[in-house]
């Protein structure tokens, strides 16, 4: 890919998530454009890195720069140009809400308070739905929808924010495996046509390392960031992993076998 200028830049940042030091000496940078998997074992701060990228946990020293700002300084036009996807169990699926008032959600920041979305707003809701193929089921129940579906109107409400960088967590959790399959391909689709700056949070490093420009390797600090092939290692992998590590090829490309790939953190 070309390199475009760096949207996102840590220079050893440390976080602390629950009154204790969660990642520490975190400097790498994202270019603008960049397409990046976050993988680590359960626990590695991967998470913790997405909600300071969002402001929510700036560093408690070092810094960590986003377009921009400082985190802990974002404007409130830069935090809305950053759309999220959180992990499954943080989005209530019972609650009785479309799936257009779903993806409409991602409108608010750009809307206002007590302020009717207008027809642009509107029509902006039914390209983002387009986009991730889920138009024609806008006024169906969001709680009704499969689990790969609802993932699908999420990233929705992530794009009617018109976002630069799109934060992914953990989205292929809880669905099955040919709509996992989907999802990425979605992803990878999203990327390209939108042009966005994508970190993609994942336990599963097979399914994001063959479609990914970099990864960045967690594990209360940071082990790298750079191409699959330069991180996927066994050495490096069994540092990060702390136990036996098959690693293999398939297709011309590393395949990583560990034991807790596909539990969430």
Known sequence: MMIEKSIIQAAHAVFSYANKIALTGITFQVAEGEFVGIIGPNGSGKTTLLKGILGLVPPVSGELHIFDCACEKMRCHHRAKIGYLPQKGMVNSHYPITAGEVA????????????????????????????????????????????????????????????????????????????????????????????????????????????????????????????????????????VYGQEVVLTEREKTPYVIVSDMHHAE
């Open 104 to 239: 409409l959600m991602g409108r608010y920041g750009a809307i206002g308070l007590f302020r009717s979305p207008s027809n642009a707003d509107k029509a902006i809701v039914l390209e983002s739905l387009a986009a991730v193929g889920m138009e024609t089921l806008s006024d169906f129940p969001f709680g009704a929808l499969s689990a790969g579906q609802q993932q699908r109107v999420l990233i929705a409400r992530a794009l009617s924010q018109r976002p630069k960088i799109l934060l992914l967590d953990e989205p292929t959790t809880g669905i099955d495996t040919p709509a996992q399959h989907q999802l990425i391909e979605l992803v990878c689709h999203l990327h390209q046509q939108y042009r966005l700056t994508i970190l993609f949070v994942t336990h599963d490093i097979n399914m994001v390392s063959p479609v990914v420009d970099s990864l960045i390797l967690l594990k209360g600090r940071l082990f790298g960031k750079g191409a699959p092939s330069t991180l996927l290692t066994k050495e490096i992998l069994s540092e």
